[in-house]
């Protein structure tokens, strides 16, 4: 959670993100923003769940989730998109 990253991120496996992201994430199979996470980022991956906060487009090539926790600002594009309560 005291991760302060600032640039672009991507990787060929999952990232899980806790801490607090500024610039760009992805491209990568899948992006998970936890609870206590703060991002100010455009986020592409294959699969984007978002639990934290996210200001930011969400660009998933599969699927996007977003838990009862996360607040998101901005635009999701994806084939599938969970939104839950």
Not at 5 to 11: D, I, K
């Amino acid at each position: 959670p005291t991760l302060r990253f600032r640039g672009e991120l991507s990787a060929d496996e999952d990232l899980v993100v806790h801490g607090s992201v500024e610039g760009a994430i992805g491209p990568s199979p899948r992006v998970t923003i936890g609870p206590e996470a703060k991002v100010d980022a455009d986020v592409h991956a294959g699969i984007v769940v978002v639990e934290g906060t996210l200001t930011g487009n969400v660009r998933a090539d599969t699927a996007c989730v977003v838990r009862a926790t996360a607040v998101l600002s901005g635009d999701i594009h994806a084939p599938a998109v969970s939104i839950l309560e």
